[in-house]
């Protein structure tokens, strides 16, 4: 049996790669957050390649979830107010912060940018904190 | 089509393989690692661990040519600023992301699937997007009056 690492690790690589093949040649930082900011709102000559990027992500990876069931989202009775008020935060903050979990995670901690380890800093700590209250306080699974 | 389209095209598929791989498109998942406290998964770590080591390789030797092959420049931000818009914005991020369980482009992953949470969670991002897009405008406006 494989180890349960391997998958997750190997993924993470798949990750890295990209972000690595983005940057190398297109000299652009996959930031999902940034890129889907930026095709929302467009500047001129700016859009084409990050609806291209948004394509390929969307595309590629809901084909693997297809083959790859269990990585699918399984959850199920999850209070769509929470789901709603989750994008919010995550929408206006990512903007605020300059980046989410690709942009300051997978690459500013790859670029070594301190502004990137300590915004990775922040919303691991408030991601765990939010976790804890809503399952362990409030009681929502 | 140009080559730089294509090669945006392939990063992004690859992106989103690897989100699909490393089964960081589950928001249980994620909760599970933030969960710490709880039923710990550990699996977060290793995917945030295999990108980063691979970045922190990669980009090294790729930021030493003096511009990208298919661009004019590399974009990268020359910012050092730790302020308070970082750090309010990676807060307000992180409750966000342990609220629902999912950050961006697992979100969008999974409306390509057609997972029914993301049809909640997906406007909502957008519109969280334009509220800081109608602020930062407004604030535009008012500096330059």
Known sequence: MTPYWVTPLAGGVLIGLAATALLWLNGRIAGISGITAGALFPKRGETAWRYAFLLGLIAAGALALHWLPSAAPSRTGFAPVLLIAGGLLVGFGTRLGGGCTSGHGVCGLGRLSLRSLVAVGVFMVTAILTTFIVRHLAGIA | ?145
């Not at chain 2, 390789?57 to 910012?79: E, T």
């Open chain 2, 1 to 145: 089509m140009s080559r730089q389209i294509l090669v945006a095209l392939a990063a992004g598929a690859l992106f989103g393989l690897g989100l699909a791989v490393s089964g960081m498109t589950d928001p249980l998942r994620i909760l599970g690692f933030l969960d710490v406290t709880g039923a710990f998964d550990p699996s977060l770590l290793f995917v945030l661990g295999g990108a980063v080591a691979t970045t922190a390789l990669l980009f090294r030797f790729v930021l030493r040519a003096p511009r990208p092959p298919l661009a004019d420049q590399f974009h990268l931000s020359d910012s050092q600023r730790i302020d308070t818009r970082l750090l309010g914005g990676a807060a307000l991020f992180g409750i966000g992301w342990g609220l629902a369980g999912y950050c961006p482009g697992p979100a969008l992953v999974g409306l390509g699937y057609g997972a029914h949470e993301v049809l909640w969670f997906v406007p909502a991002m957008l519109v969280g997007m334009a509220v800081h897009r109608g602020r930062e405008r407004q604030a535009q406006r008012a500096s330059s009056t």
